[in-house]
């Protein structure tokens, strides 16, 4: 019996399942189908862009990943932390060592979506997930937009509230932010992405210079485990996000900072907001501001406005560039706050 | 992609792989010979409420569709379908998840707990929800009595920003929000004295 269904729309068209045991064999399967198959971990982005016929080419074939075993360890190693891809990201947000030694990692974690979301989404998917712009979204590829090979990006003459303020990238174009919350935390911290082929840096994970991408992955490489470095006893870190609703909303701004000090100043810093640019945007010019300084509202200010010194606005997101400064500032003095790493 | 093309010879028993499948037939001669045939793809076997089924689902049937549709367990509601509004949560493995956005072919071998097994028990939760009137229109409120249930299943002194931490993830548009947090408290305060009827099993079988 086929199942009913309330909306013609909602039905996803049939595919071809494979559950992968090995990586090896998730790896096959993908170099098999090239650009025509997907991974799946958590499903919670993928299956809402297949019920919404978003990909322009619907996968031939979906490949699961969590009969893997042993992927899901959070294990601690010499020197860093090893997540494997699998983890949810209830787990990365309770882990105890994650929890005090990568701190904004796990509040980060603790910020996404909802709990449902949480207890099913993994750590790699979302650091691998899809933009999410109204314009892209929109069911059925009603809008073809650049990242789909059309001619232009709609938001930027549309409705861009929720947009790049940092200036397009693909084809000079699309203004669609990175919505992952747990990347910047990553990148503050200066994690490792491990891949089936190589290990990658957090902050040259992103990448949309190729349709269809928001990672530097080829079409048959899959991540594997992020390792997150052992902060040491004077580094504080901390992540602040911004978004309309507490809880299930993607963020607006966020950002995380990882803040290395020596008594009262600063001698080591990495900040990173998210959503406010294509990639997860790193901002040195405020870490330059705010190292050789003490922590103090005057200094975070000036990082805060160092970090959107360069921001280029579109019609309706300059707010974004008032949410950025003041989340920069805070996210520095809640690492100058926090008793834990 | 030619030099991609996948070998045919993987063994349907334990997926190791092989250079021929002559090399194949071997192996499944020797190593499998009178164990039960591979189950094709798409044959589960899913353990609701206690009860086992054995199902053969298509890939793109999510776990609402098999739950709410071919089984027969309505409890669960579909309202967003892109797992945004908790209405089709389900308890899998003791986790609160979206039956909307997991797919059923992956959910072989898992214990599913719905709104049903959580009446059939007749947990407290159900009394403190009648008590407190937690639902209007009612439509969401399945979601959030299993989405409950998980949270007293694992901990059973939650605090009340616990509780509404654990529930911000449950959409309820008449916003009966308050009563929730209300009926979980006094759940969790009957659990822990044991004074609920049918506590003793609900805790039991939790």
């Known amino acids: ?341 | 992609m030619a030099d991609h093309e996948i070998k045919p010879s993987i063994c349907p028993y334990c997926k190791k792989e092989f250079d021929s499948i002559d090399a194949m037939k071997q192996h499944v001669f020797k190593a499998h010979r009178g164990s039960d045939p591979p189950s094709p793809e798409g044959d589960i076997r899913l353990n609701i409420n206690g009860n086992d089924y054995y199902l053969s689902v298509e890939p793109r049937w999510t776990l609402y569709d098999v739950i709410h549709d071919r089984l027969g367990l309505t409890g669960s509601k579909q309202f967003c379908d892109r797992g945004a509004c908790g209405s089709c949560t389900v308890i899998m493995d003791g986790k609160a998840v979206l039956s909307c956005m997991i797919l059923a072919i992956e959910c072989d071998g898992k214990a599913i707990e719905t709104v049903e097994g959580i009446a059939e028990k007749n947990h407290p939760l159900i009394e403190s929800y009648v008590k407190h009137h937690a639902m209007q229109c009612g439509y969401c409120t399945p979601g959030f009595v299993t989405t409950s249930k998980a949270l007293l299943d694992r901990n059973i002194h939650p605090t009340e920003n616990e509780i509404k931490e654990e529930l911000s993830g449950n959409l309820c548009r008449c916003g009966t929000y308050p009563q929730h947090t209300i009926a979980v408290l006094e759940t969790a305060e009957k659990l822990r004295t044991g004074k609920a009827d049918g506590a003793e099993k609900a805790q039991g079988d939790g």
């Open chain 1, 1 to 341: 019996m086929e199942p009913k269904k309330h909306k013609e729309t909602d039905d996803m068209k049939n595919f071809i399942h494979y559950n992968a045991y090995s990586i090896e064999e998730a790896v096959m399967l993908l170099a098999r189908y090239g650009k025509n198959a997907c991974v799946i971990s958590g499903g919670t982005d993928l299956l809402g862009k297949m019920k919404d016929r978003v990909l322009p080419t619907y996968p031939e074939a979906l490949i699961n990943i969590k009969t893997i075993p042993g992927l899901n360890a959070i294990e601690e190693k010499t020197g860093k932390l090893s997540i494997g891809a699998l983890a949810t990201l209830t787990q990365v947000a309770e882990h105890e060592t994650v929890r005090s030694n990568c701190a904004a990692l796990a509040q980060a974690a603790g910020r996404t979506a909802s709990p449902h979301l949480r207890n099913m989404g993994t750590i790699a998917g979302n650091i691998c997930q899809d933009i999410r712009c109204w314009y892209y979204r929109a069911p059925k590829n009603r809008f073809s937009c650049l990242r789909k090979g059309g001619g232009r990006c709609y938001a930027i003459k549309g409705d861009n509230r929720f947009h790049s303020i940092f200036g397009g990238s693909v084809k000079g174009g699309c203004v669609a932010v990175h919505p992952s919350d747990t990347a910047p935390a990553l990148i503050a911290l200066d994690a490792d992405i491990i891949t089936s082929k190589r290990t990658i840096k957090a902050e040259e994970f992103f990448n949309v210079g190729v349709l269809h991408t928001t990672t530097v992955l080829e079409d048959n490489e899959i991540v594997t485990a992020i390792e997150v470095p052992t902060q040491n006893s004077v580094t504080k870190s901390a992540f602040i996000k911004f978004a309309l609703r507490k809880s299930i909303d993607f963020p607006i701004v966020n950002c995380a900072a990882a803040i290395t000090r020596d008594g009262e100043t600063v001698t080591a810093a990495r900040i990173c907001l998210n959503a406010v640019s294509v990639v997860p945007k790193r901002v040195k010019p405020a870490e330059d501001r705010l190292v050789g300084e003490t922590i103090n509202e005057k200094h975070v200010g000036e990082a805060g406005a160092a970090a959107v010194s360069d921001a280029e606005p579109l019609e309706k997101n300059a707010y974004m560039v008032e949410l950025a400064k003041a989340i920069v500032k805070r996210t520095i003095l809640a690492c100058g706050d926090t008793e834990g790493g």
